[in-house]
T-cell receptor
């Protein structure tokens, strides 16, 4: 168990550019979540996968955001035509289904700065 | 719908003093409750959680929390603060299997400052 990893840890981009983040969950975990955290706030749910199926999306996930988990293992979160308001920490978490007492394990996050 | 209110964006204590971080929740169904800690530039780490059963929950690093249904509260305590406890603490609520979603809703966080 190596924990949840996220790459890159930091990303600086110019407004209008596209960015992609990667999350590698704990290997035996079938559920994967993406959150966004802005300064002074708690994490806000964006979307969630069970295996390769994207089961739930928040209203926060605009059309410029897309997430995939093609083989039910790692996941990518892409933001197209970035805006300054997209600047935030993007957190990934994973868990194992089976009961609703599942615990989510978080990665270290990717901090995005849009100039 | 579910929500979490953390009273006090900052709490300052002296090393060795009692730590009390307040959390009140709102949930239309019996809640699952969580406390997470976040150190600078790191992800969130689960301190403890309440699902069912005993209302006093013990977690890691000497922390504990008590679920009080009548007060809709889940306050986090530690008898004696240590310098290494300085971090951001988040309370979260999710609805159990009888509810609509188990996706947690997080509070805005409380920054714990520990003075020597």
């Amino acid at each position: 168990d190596t924990g949840v990893s996220q790459n890159p840890r930091h990303k600086i981009t110019k407004r209008g550019q596209n960015v992609t983040f990667r999350c590698d969950p704990i290997s035996e975990h079938n559920r994967l979540y993406w959150y966004r955290q802005t300064l002074g706030q708690g994490p806000e749910f964006l979307t969630y996968f069970q295996n390769e199926a994207q089961l739930e999306k928040s209203r926060l996930l605009s059309d410029r955001f897309s997430a995939e988990r093609p083989k039910g293992s790692f996941s990518t979160l892409e933001i197209q035509r970035t805006e300054q308001g997209d600047s935030a920490m993007y957190l990934c978490a994973s868990s194992s289904s089976g009961t609703f007492q599942e615990t989510q394990y978080f990665g270290p996050g990717t901090r995005l700065l849009v100039l | 719908a579910q929500s979490v209110t953390q009273l006090g964006s900052h709490v300052s204590v002296s090393e060795g003093a009692l730590v009390l971080l307040r959390c009140n929740y709102s949930s239309s169904v019996p809640p699952y409750l969580f406390w997470y800690v976040q150190y600078p530039n790191q992800g969130l780490q689960l301190l403890l959680k309440y699902t069912t059963g005993a209302t006093l929950v013990k977690g890691i690093n000497g922390f504990e929390a008590e679920f009080k249904k009548s007060e809709t509260s889940f306050h986090l305590t530690k008898p004696s603060a240590h310098m290494s406890d300085a971090a951001e603490y988040f309370c979260a609520v999710s609805e159990g299997p009888s509810g609509g979603s188990y996706i947690p809703t997080f509070g805005r966080g409380t920054s714990l400052i520990v003075h020597p």
